[in-house]
């Protein structure tokens, strides 16, 4: 870099007209205008004879005469002659009057301060201003404010080459290989870049963050070539070198014109404050726009530093998703590969200078191979400068390597990476140096001296595998028995990282070797076994089957315990082949049977792992039809029963559900189509269920197997109907063998018949004759089946209920309810309660005309209608017209029923307030008091309002009912209580 000497010593190399030439740049520079260089010769580097050498007009109507030479000797002399032609008329040919100054600028050291003071009162008795810059005065102020002039006119660098225009800097930025060039197709950001555009124009300093490889520095760039074309700015990049760069500024902010600045990831600018606060307080009311990137770990760090001097817009980019990775490889690599796009997805996740990274590398070689196993990829990359900064110093390496593992280190944890440091005898002083070189280099980020994290995620990736893997600084087992107590999670991410992107025979073989060795030292840590399963089988099993044997009965009876034995099922996963899949099943039923929690948990996991998914579209039915086969051949005992119904219920499906695709949901998407591979795996399963058919103990399970095939059909989806000509043969013999006057059997064949468009046989058809399921038919809610509009089709309901209850006496009011009873008592969880209850509330309104019938609903219900849960309200507003109150609600009270709490206060809250007594009070205060010893006690969001109608009898009721109420044991009834009293809403 340039310093003064250097300065004086290139303007003492200028030739007369050059030396002149600088000259006039410097005063321009100083602001006194255009300047005519009345002593240049057009084109050569001579000067003419004439005075004076310069002159400009002021805006008085004076000129200002300039002189210039380069004379090293008798300087007082040459001066005082140049100043003595500017003032001769005849010179210039203009008066002594019409000068306001002369200004002397020479190129040597030898003019005293008393020949200076001698010029200056020479000039002033002359009526003029004088001037005089020396070289030293030159230089010092070329150097302190005008850096341009160093650069263009002296052929001298005076930054630190970190300010550049955006040509320059995208050339610099392209010279580093080991990230992707900036000069690739520009998509998907032109949201981005709108808001960007609009940000910039808005506000002083925007500051755009994402993750490393994003694309923040090409949206940028891109943005700032529109406005510098729109606006007018001037752009200048910044790139940190971790020099001062406060010159830097001076020079190229030194013209008066509009900037855009743009600082490429601040968090590495040491300077930052530096920098804006020049930029903010310093710059004389010209207009400055500052755009800065930051990875998204370190934002806040430099956010707060921003917030000093000015509030930031913020823009966040995110990593793109497949949809964009996709076109970019078509659009850059021409990649249209569905194979190819998938693993560069897998190794990019998104990030933009990996998938460039992986296309070029696909492209070059036109081969999957090439990116299957990214070693070389990462080495083309990485490898170059890798080796530069670790060289020999293993220590070094092997910590970096540890890092890359871990992703970062919190300083005070000491005490989770000090056997680490020790058995590679590093000291922390050592870590403190190595800490300090890795930033220096950007592999690392410290934040607030506490924390160091990896930079960027495919550096860390390479480094596991340059350390551990290709240089092997250590055995990889001792690294596993020193990270793996403190560092699990961080370990398993490592081995995964090398058996999926460097997954050469070579990597794998060793990961394996070491993994074993390891194995003896953590034998008994279920969360090794559980990471590492897959690498020992037999080992695994073994550990697996003596934990299950060991299991206590207070154990698995604990509510979360089978939370904590999830490992085992993880540590099943993962077996497939036929070696080892039948222990994994007979291991996963010992797990099933420890407990009904265990059961749920592991029937979930089977199928879950097992069970129909997206491979099932392409006919692929291998694990599937292996479940199905062992458990069919094991229905033995109840366990195996157990998973085989939860199993069914999920494989025996004509539909089953992908979730979401196109970024949008849908419920139903795949169908099982007919194949061979598919009629193996039903058959197993449709064998076992008519095995299970022929034993009373599972007909419940499976009726609700067969009714929820059949809703199937309910839902609008393709269904292949040879796969279900396929199961129904199965189906009809099933049904059969469960022949009884059973509602799910005919809510069954009435499925068939009325979903399936199927003709049943006559002895299914005369069960549907029953008076349980003419009952039943009656009064469920079947608008989804109905093709109808809802209102249409409630008047046709109404009207089919009302002609039934019309045509009832009172005796068979009682067997109404009585059937009613008995099939909710019985599939209370199965069927539609709502509706049911529902239908027979449109029942009681259908009798509201008639006294005996609406009196019979309101005994029979009470006396028979033990599994219902009905709103009594309009039965008890219609029977309030033929009875007296007290004697509807001595009737509630003369019998225990299950609703009894519930149909008390639905009695206050309906009797109207012409009919309040003093009884009825005292029969309000007891159902308060009664609260807690009722054994129904249901709590409702009571509405205060029903007090409000006994204030004619006691106007203290609300004290006197909280009272009541806060005196109450029920805490849940307090809460409610005081909530409904004070809520505005209650």
């Known amino acids: 870099m340039a310093v003064i000497t250097d300065i004086k ?32 010769q057009s084109g050569i580097e001579n000067t003419t004879i004439g005075h004076p050498d310069t002159y400009f007009r002021k805006d008085n109507g004076k000129y200002v005469f300039v002189v210039y030479t380069k004379q090293q000797t008798n300087i007082y002399k040459k001066v005082k002659e140049d100043i003595d032609k500017c003032l001769d008329k005849n010179k210039p040919k203009l008066d002594k009057e019409d000068i306001d100054e002369i200004i002397c600028c020479h190129a040597s050291s030898n003019l005293s301060s008393g020949d200076d003071q001698q010029l200056y009162k020479y000039c002033k008795e002359q009526g003029v201003k004088l001037m005089i810059y020396g070289i030293d005065e030159i230089s010092l102020e070329v150097f302190n404010s005008y850096h341009s002039l160093v650069r263009d006119y002296l052929g001298l660098s005076i930054d630190t080459n970190q300010i550049m225009d955006r040509d320059d800097f995208i050339y610099k930025y392209n010279s580093n290989k080991m990230v992707a060039p900036l000069n690739t197709i520009f998509q998907f950001r032109n949201d981005e870049k709108s808001k960007l555009k609009q940000c910039i124009l808005d506000s002083s300093i925007v500051m755009v ?59 590495e600018f040491a300077g930052l404050s530096q920098i804006l606060s020049y930029i903010t307080k310093e710059k004389c009311k010209d207009e400055i726009k500052i755009v800065v990137t930051v990875r998204d770990y370190v934002k806040k760090e430099v956010e707060k530093i921003i917030l000093k001097y000015e509030f930031p817009r913020i823009i966040n980019v995110d990593v793109f998703n497949r949809e964009q990775i996709t076109e970019f490889l078509k659009s850059n690599f021409n990649i249209d590969h569905e194979i190819f796009i998938s693993q560069i997805m897998k190794i990019s996740r998104g990030n933009l200078r990996m998938a460039y990274m992986a296309g070029k590398i696909a492209t070059e070689n036109n081969t999957l191979k090439s990116i299957i196993d990214v070693t070389q990829l990462y080495e083309v990359y990485y490898s170059p400068y890798v080796d530069i900064y670790f060289g020999n110093n293993e220590k070094l390496c092997f910590f970096t390597g540890f890092l890359a593992i871990v992703r970062g280190l919190y300083f005070e944890n000491q005490y989770m990476y000090s056997d680490v440091l020790k058995a590679m005898d590093i000291s922390l002083e050592e870590v403190r140096k190595y800490i300090e070189y890795l930033s220096m280099i950007e592999f690392v980020e410290v934040k607030k001296d506490k924390v160091v994290l990896f930079s960027d995620q495919s550096l860390a990736n390479y480094m596991i595998y340059y350390t551990f893997f290709q240089r092997k600084i250590c055995p990889f087992s001792t690294v596993l028995e020193l990270c793996f107590p403190n560092f699990e999670n961080a370990i398993i991410e490592a081995i995964n990282v090398i058996l999926n992107l460097f997954n050469n025979g070579n990597n794998i073989e060793y990961c394996t070797q070491e993994i074993l060795k390891a194995w003896n030292i953590f034998s008994k840590d279920k969360n090794f076994i559980k990471a590492f399963h897959i690498f020992d089988p037999e080992k695994t099993f073994i550990y697996i089957n003596d934990i299950l044997e060991e299991l206590d009965f207070k154990v698995i009876n604990n509510e979360n315990s089978y939370i904590d034995y999830h490992w085992i099922l993880d540590s099943l996963s993962g077996f ?55 458990l069919f051949d094991h229905l033995k005992d109840e366990i195996h029963y157990l998973v085989f119904f939860k199993w069914v219920n999920k494989v025996l499906r004509l539909y089953f559900p992908l979730g979401k695709r196109n970024d949008k949901y849908s419920n139903y ?25 022929k034993d009373n103990t599972y007909k419940r399970q499976i009726l609700l197997f067969l009714n929820s095939y059949i809703d199937g059909f309910e839902v609008n989806v393709d269904i292949d109907t040879n796969v279900f000509e396929y199961d129904l043969k199965f189906i009809k013999k099933i049904i ?111 009798s509201i005309n008639n006294k005996e019938k609406l009196f019979s609903f309101f005994e029979n219900i009470i006396l028979y209608g033990t599994s219902l849960d009905i709103s009594p309200r309009n039965l008890f507003t219609f029977l309030y017209y033929f009875f007296e109150p007290i004697e509807i609600y ?65 106007k203290d009721i609300y004290p006197i009912i909280t009272k009541i109420i806060m005196n109450s044991k029920n805490n849940d009834l307090q809460k409610n209580y005081l909530t409904c009293l004070f809520e505005d809403n209650y």
């Open 209 to 267: 963050t994402g993750k490393a490889g994003v694309g923040k520095t090409r949206l940028v760039l891109e943005t700032i070539l529109e406005l510098e074309s729109e606006k007018n700015y001037k752009v200048l990049c910044v790139k940190n070198n971790n020099l001062p760069i406060y010159d830097d500024l001076v020079c190229h902010l030194e013209e008066k014109e509009k900037y855009l600045l743009f600082l490429d990831d601040a968090n």
């Open 736 to 846: 059969n063998h469960l022949m009884t006057d059973d509602l799910l059997v005919m809510s069954c064949i009435n499925k068939f018949q009325t979903i399936c468009k199927m003709d049943c046989e006559e002895t299914w058809n005369a069960f549907l004759k029953s008076k349980t399921w003419l009952v039943y038919d009656l009064l469920k809610d079947n608008y989804y089946q109905s093709n109808l509009e809802y209102f249409e089709y409630e008047k046709c309901r109404k009207n089919k209920i009302q002609k039934y209850v019309e045509q009832l006496t009172k005796e068979d009011i009682k067997k109404f309810i009585i059937t009613i009873n008995s099939f909710m008592s019985l599939y209370s969880e199965e069927l539609d309660m709502y509706g049911i209850n529902n239908g027979i509330e449109i029942s009681i309104d259908c």
């Open 669 to 693: 998407d795949g169908f099982m189509a007919y194949s061979e591979e598919l009629i193996k795996y039903r058959f197993y399963c449709w064998k076992g269920l008519l095995k299970a058919s």
């Open 576 to 630: 497939e082949n036929e070696e080892y899949f039948e222990t994994v099943l007979d291991l996963l039923i010992k797990y099933c049977s420890k407990s009904n929690n265990f059961l749920e948990n592991g029937c979930t996991w089977l199928i879950r792992n097992y069970g129909l998914n997206r491979d099932a579209l392409n006919g692929e039915y291998y694990n599937i039809t292996f479940v199905s086969h062992y």
């Open 9 to 40: 010593r290139r303007i003492l190399e200028l030739s007369p007209a050059g030396f002149q030439e600088f000259c006039d740049a410097f005063l321009k520079k100083k602001g006194y205008g255009l300047i005519h260089s009345y002593g240049m």
């Open 890 to 954: 001595d009737y509630i009270m003369k019998y225990d029923f299950n609703q009894k709490n519930k149909w008390q206060y639905i009695f206050f809250e309906t009797l109207p307030q012409e009919y309040v007594t003093r009884k009825l009070y005292d029969e309000l205060k007891k159902y308060f008091e009664n609260v807690d010893n009722n054994k129904n006690n249901q709590l409702y969001n009571y509405n205060l309002k029903i007090l409000d109608k006994f204030l004619i009898i006691e």
